[in-house]
């Protein structure tokens, strides 16, 4: 069997979600599980926190009936709400809460006759630009939903551009925004993702929207005393497959990228983007064997990579290989460091790791 696999360890999930919680405990936190929890399993994270998370955040009507087929019962919120009107009687029918972005959707709400009124949470975009109502239209929507046998437990809901950021003036403007509408409006508010779960408590409402921080990555663009004890649920981890001496001067891989600078040995480890590790690992782009630190040397093939091992005294055929996440002698490498020479971010890693590499589950529960 090859050996690449992508441990998830369901009790740093816990822990985690419990570190959100404590960021904020005035709030709920529903757990933000969109796009198959980030690569982790959507099913299987809900499971190991159905005891803990009163509610669930998807993206999707799909990715909600799949939790619901999988014996969850939370309420989940469709985070887009609605694609098209066809798709209320599902929301009904399996107690989802809906998010309301737009006009249509709006009034697909206003004429709908549901036999429980449904939860909403209203958007209003206050910088972000991309969903949402404007803050000056927003008021009259509100109301007009208020009043509607249709729409239970109005929220409003705003997402942040800049709150990874250390400061940002940016922020604090969509703050404002957001302050005078609910003071206004008398408004319970879901605002903070990650990064405003983390360092930003004036954001803090009703409900928070963690996500990325659940998965043990650190949003925040300088970490602080929480971010430090987050824990990496997905440690994507294979072997060594075969090993090199080269001569200085001998070229590895695709076009030779990297040539030894003096004797080298050089470890071929069994991912590549086939496996949707990121071709654009440039070398140097750190590599755990057996919990010590070394470099990827030459590009990333579709099956295979190349860790120039030549400090490794223990490496051979069959030694453990951390691509990022928990070493067995508890090294831990984030990948949020991975993500940086990738030039991209954990999500795009995480939610880019591909079925080939089977997730296998650990912890209470798993
Ligand atoms: C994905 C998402 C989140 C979670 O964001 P993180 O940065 O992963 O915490 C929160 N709110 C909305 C609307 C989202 O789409």
Not at 193 to 210: E, F, K, V, Y
Not at 272 to 291: C, F, I, K, M, S
Request: net charge negative; glycine share 6%; hydrophobic share 45%.
């Amino acid at each position: 069997m090859r050996p690449l696999v992508a441990d998830i360890d369901l009790d740093a999930l816990r822990h985690n979600y419990q570190l959100a919680c404590r960021c904020a405990p005035q709030s709920h936190s529903v757990a933000v599980i969109k796009a198959d929890a980030y690569g982790h399993g959507a099913l299987a994270c809900a499971q190991a926190l159905q005891n803990q998370a009163p509610a669930f955040a998807v993206a999707s009507i799909e990715e909600a009936l799949t939790l619901r087929q999988g014996g969850i019962t939370q309420p989940i919120v469709l985070l887009e709400g609605i694609f098209s009107a066809d798709e209320l009687p599902l929301v009904e029918r399996h107690g989802f809460w809906i998010a309301v972005h737009s006009q249509w959707q709006v009034d697909v709400l206003l004429a709908a006759t549901p036999l429980k009124p449904i939860p909403v949470w209203l958007k209003v975009d206050s910088g972000m630009h991309r969903l949402g109502f404007a803050p000056n239209e927003t008021a009259a929507i509100w109301r007009q939903l208020s009043a509607a046998p249709s729409v239970a437990r109005l929220h409003l809901m705003s997402h942040f551009a800049t709150a990874d950021a250390r400061d940002s003036d940016y922020f604090h403007q969509q703050m404002a925004t957001l302050q005078a509408l609910a003071s206004e409006l008398k408004a319970p508010l879901c605002l903070a993702n990650s990064p405003a779960t983390l360092a930003w408590p004036i954001a803090h409402g009703d409900w928070n929207r963690p996500g990325v921080m659940l998965y043990g990555s650190d949003p925040l663009e300088v970490p602080n005393a929480i971010t430090q004890q987050l824990r990496p649920v997905m440690t994507l981890r294979s072997e060594i497959i075969a090993l090199r001496d080269l001569a200085a001067g001998e070229p590895v891989g695709y076009s030779g990228r990297w040539r030894a600078p003096k004797r080298s040995r050089i470890a071929v480890v069994a991912c590549g983007y086939g496996d949707g590790y990121d071709r654009h690992a440039v070398d140097g782009t750190p590599v755990l064997v057996n919990g010590q630190r070394c470099a990827i040397a030459g590009k990333v093939s579709m099956d295979m990579l190349t860790v120039d091992v030549t400090d490794v005294s223990d490496a051979a055929i069959g030694s453990d290989v951390v691509l990022w996440g928990t070493a067995r002698n508890g090294e831990v490498l984030p990948i949020d460091e991975v993500a940086r020479y990738c030039d991209t971010i954990s999500y795009t890693l995480l939610t880019g790791v591909l079925p080939r590499a089977p997730r296998r589950y650990h912890g209470r529960s798993a």
